[in-house]
């Protein structure tokens, strides 16, 4: 499995910002979305079923973030609204197999290279 994270940059507190996940190769049985700000662990942000029926989202991200599939394209959308400097990280998107959406990174086999994205204040 091969994944292309894209979209991240800067914007301004209370913006919004769209990340995708490209997914080629092996089709995946669930992706997720993480976060790793500088001298902090890696945090779990979404995920959802290969067929988008099932999803997660972590406390912080409810409300504002939504996660989505475009099917034709095999890719996987973070939106993002009302972002705050809190959220300035690098994103990443990853895939494993199976059926439960896990919040832990280490339950996760592919990885993205990441995408920063920074909030100005």
């Known amino acids: 499995v091969q994944l292309q994270a894209s979209g991240g940059g800067l914007v301004q507190a209370g913006g919004s910002m769209g990340l995708s996940c490209a997914a080629s190769?092996?089709?995946?049985?669930?992706l997720g979305w993480f976060r790793q700000a500088p001298g902090k662990e890696r945090d779990f942000v979404a995920a959802?079923?290969?067929?988008?029926?099932?999803?997660a989202l972590a406390d912080f991200a409810k409300g504002r973030f939504t996660i989505s599939r475009d099917d034709s394209k095999n890719v996987v959308w973070l939106q993002m609204d009302s972002l705050e400097p809190e959220d300035t990280a690098v994103y990443y998107c990853a895939t494993r197999e199976g059926s439960i959406l896990y919040s832990r990174s280490t339950e996760y086999y592919y990885w993205g290279q990441g995408t920063q994205v920074t909030v100005s204040s």
């Open positions: 959802l079923t290969w067929d988008g029926r099932r999803k």
């Open positions: 190769g092996r089709p995946f049985d669930i």
